[in-house]
Nanobody
Framework: QMQLVESGGGSVQAGGSLRLSCAASQNTYCMAWFRQTPGNEREEIAGSSRRGDVTFLADSVKGRFTVARDSAKHMLTLQMNNLKPEDTAIYYC?????????????????????WGQGTQVTVSA
């Protein structure tokens, strides 16, 4: 059974940085970071194919966040710089082992099979 272990969340002041890491227990296909705030749906903010040749960043984080995939270690990292209070959310790592849809087109929670427990990111003004 696939397991995802997230690390790196925490509290930071606006303008600060955090780095999130997600380690999968086995080789996997697409990996992604979603975030969710109370009352809202989970939204994908970053994703990557297995080899890292296909990546995605939501418009809301472009220029501030970067995503990187280490396929040998089955890891996905999210470097978050210049954090804003609106980045406050629970961040979830997700992955799928199914190659039926290109990672470039996976944006919905239902496109992913496995989820981490989530890690809280809090950005204060």
């Amino acid at each position: 059974q696939m397991q995802l272990v997230e690390s790196g969340g925490g509290s930071v002041q606006a303008g600060g940085s955090l780095r999130l890491s997600c380690a999968a227990s086995q080789n996997t296909y697409c990996m992604a970071w979603f975030r969710q705030t109370p009352g809202n749906e989970r939204e994908e903010i970053a994703g990557s194919s297995r080899r890292g040749d296909v990546t995605f960043l939501a418009d809301s984080v472009k220029g501030r966040f970067t995503v990187a995939r280490d396929s040998a270690k089955h890891m996905l990292t999210l470097q978050m710089n210049n954090l804003k209070p609106e980045d406050t959310a629970i961040y979830y790592c997700a992955t799928t082992t199914s190659p039926t849809l290109s990672c470039a087109y996976r944006r919905e929670p239902t496109d992913f099979m496995y989820w981490g427990q989530g890690t809280q990111v809090t950005v204060s003004a």
